[in-house]
Nanobody, 127 residues
Framework: QVQLVESGGGLVQAGGSLRLSCAAS????????MGWFRQAPGKEREFVAA????????ASAPSVRGRSTISRDNAKNTVYLQMNSLKPEDTAVYYC????????????????????WGQGTQVTVSS
């Protein structure tokens, strides 16, 4: 059974930065792409960023592009999301997710292609 545990969320002022971490266990972490999603109150869960199994390919949503960086350390079974210049509209619960297929050729932003999810970490950005 795959377990994903997020950390690093918190309360930050607009313009500040946070680094979210997601520690994975239970299968060969380095063979699977990882993604970050978020869900704000009253809204649908939305894609934030993803990184392929090797770390060589990434993708991000237009809303965070240029302000966020996704990375992974396969030796530590951990994926990170560095977020800078945070805005109040970034306030949400952030979830990491693991791809359902090993060594997928493309990075996917579709939540239906991730079959393991963490419990989420709250990010609150004050204005």
């Amino acid at each position: 059974q795959v377990q994903l545990v997020e950390s690093g969320g918190g309360l930050v002022q607009a313009g500040g930065s946070l680094r979210l971490s997601c520690a994975a266990s239970g299968r060969t972490f380095s063979s699977y792409a990882m993604g970050w999603f978020r869900q704000a109150p009253g809204k649908e869960r939305e894609f934030v960023a993803a990184i392929n199994w090797s770390g060589g390919t990434t993708a991000s949503a237009p809303s965070v592009r240029g302000r966020s960086t996704i990375s992974r350390d396969n030796a530590k079974n951990t994926v990170y999301l560095q977020m800078n210049s945070l805005k109040p509209e970034d306030t949400a619960v952030y979830y990491c997710a693991a791809d359902s297929l090993p060594r997928r050729l493309r990075v996917t932003s579709s939540s239906t292609e991730y079959n393991y999810w963490g419990q989420g970490t709250q990010v609150t950005v004050s204005s």
